[in-house]
């Protein structure tokens, strides 16, 4: 009870406070020109250049409004002024919230790649380069080259081997060729709240030769030499201002042959899964 009256006090002490600090702005509906108190003072003429005593009272007992600047209101932050004077050149750098400390735009990329390639039958350990020309931000013109090092059976080919089953296989022996890369996404990272790292993710088309060693048990090796249709996608990490880390996932297919038993040769569709982990750095390096 003695705390709803304490309360039921406070609040109408600032209700009278209130009442009596915006009185005027309630009740002035001619905007603050109330009439004299005294009419003959008011009627009385200026002397020796002075204003009448009722146009004093009349300024005294105005509403006190804040005169506010319009320019200082309407004033820009500090980061919306640079924003709005900045250049074509530097607009160019702003693809996400805050400004990009990196840019691909103008510059060449080189890089290696190391990664494998899934088979049907067998897998590759394959290794290459990558030479790349970035004409502004989001379009790039890339060359790359593959060899492939190492292959290695996979399980698949292990249980065709023990059920005795004659087995075909295409292998990836070198490859190159052009693509164009597309790279709509930008952005940061936050690692743990103390590493921000940027990003960007680019997807890839191109036509390539392809190169593979057909073979089986018992029968002669042929080397195929194919062109082959590229997609890819490659998220990739900017280690500072003049390198990058990517994975690239590419697609590759065409029409390959595999020996037959009995001889000959037929044709289908190969499809090979490509996985690589790309280093680079650009050209000319940035300060």
Same mark, same amino acid.
């Given at each position: 009870?003695?705390?709803?009256?304490?309360?039921?006090?406070?609040?109408?002490? $600032?209700?009278?406070?209130? /009442?009596?600090?915006?009185?005027?702005?309630? $009740?002035?509906?001619?905007?603050?020109?109330?009439?004299?108190?005294?009419?003959?003072?008011?009627?009385?003429?200026?002397?020796?250049?002075?204003?009448?005593?009722?146009?004093?009272?009349?300024?005294?007992?105005?509403?006190?409004?804040?005169?506010?600047?319009?320019?200082?209101?309407?004033?820009?932050?500090?980061?919306?002024?640079? !924003?709005?004077?900045?250049?074509?050149? %530097?607009?160019?750098?702003?693809?996400?919230?805050?400004?990009? =400390? /990196?840019?691909?735009?103008?510059?060449?990329?080189?890089?290696? =790649?190391?990664? /494998?390639?899934?088979?049907?039958?067998?897998?590759?350990?394959?290794?290459?380069?990558?030479?790349?020309?970035?004409?502004?931000?989001?379009?790039? !013109?890339?060359?790359?080259?593959?060899?492939?090092?190492?292959?290695?059976?996979?399980?698949?080919? %292990?249980?065709? %081997?023990? &059920?005795?089953?004659?087995?075909?296989?295409? +292998?990836?022996?070198?490859? *190159?060729?052009?693509? &164009?890369?597309?790279?709509?996404?930008?952005?940061?990272?936050?690692?743990? *709240?103390?590493?921000?790292?940027?990003?960007?993710?680019?997807?890839?088309?191109?036509?390539?030769?392809?190169?593979?060693?057909?073979?089986?048990?018992?029968?002669?090796?042929?080397?195929?030499?194919?062109?082959?249709?590229?997609?890819?996608?490659?998220?990739?990490?900017?280690? *500072?201002?003049?390198? #990058?880390?990517? !994975? +690239?996932?590419?697609?590759?297919?065409?029409?390959?042959?595999?020996?037959?038993?009995?001889?000959?040769? #037929?044709?289908?569709? %190969?499809?090979?899964?490509?996985?690589?982990?790309?280093?680079?750095?650009?050209?000319? $390096?940035?300060?």
């Amino acid at each position: 009870m003695k705390h709803s009256k304490l309360v039921a006090l406070t609040l109408a002490f $600032f209700a009278f406070v209130s /009442f009596q600090v915006f009185a005027d702005d309630l $009740f002035d509906l001619d905007g603050g020109a109330a009439g004299p108190e005294d009419p003959a003072a008011a009627e009385a003429p200026a002397e020796d250049g002075e204003a009448p005593a009722a146009e004093a009272a009349q300024n005294a007992d105005a509403p006190k409004t804040a005169q506010l600047d319009v320019n200082a209101s309407a004033a820009d932050s500090e980061a919306e002024k640079e !924003l709005r004077d900045l250049n074509v050149e %530097k607009k160019k750098q702003i693809k996400v919230v805050q400004k990009k =400390d /990196f840019t691909k735009d103008k510059r060449f990329e080189l890089g290696i =790649d190391i990664g /494998f390639a899934c088979g049907d039958w067998e897998d590759l350990l394959a290794v290459g380069i990558r030479a790349a020309y970035h004409f502004n931000e989001y379009i790039a !013109l890339q060359a790359r080259f593959l060899y492939g090092a190492v292959s290695w059976e996979n399980e698949t080919l %292990k249980q065709a %081997k023990e &059920a005795d089953a004659y087995v075909a296989k295409s +292998n990836l022996m070198l490859m *190159g060729g052009a693509s &164009a890369v597309f790279t709509p996404f930008y952005g940061k990272l936050s690692v743990f *709240g103390d590493i921000i790292p940027k990003y960007d993710l680019n997807a890839s088309v191109g036509v390539y030769y392809y190169r593979t060693v057909a073979e089986g048990e018992g029968v002669k090796k042929m080397n195929n030499n194919n062109v082959a249709f590229q997609v890819g996608f490659a998220p990739r990490i900017f280690l *500072g201002k003049n390198a #990058s880390l990517s !994975l +690239n996932f590419d697609w590759f297919i065409m029409k390959d042959k595999r020996p037959k038993q009995e001889g000959g040769s #037929s044709a289908y569709i %190969k499809s090979d899964f490509l996985f690589t982990i790309n280093a680079s750095m650009f050209l000319p $390096f940035a300060k």
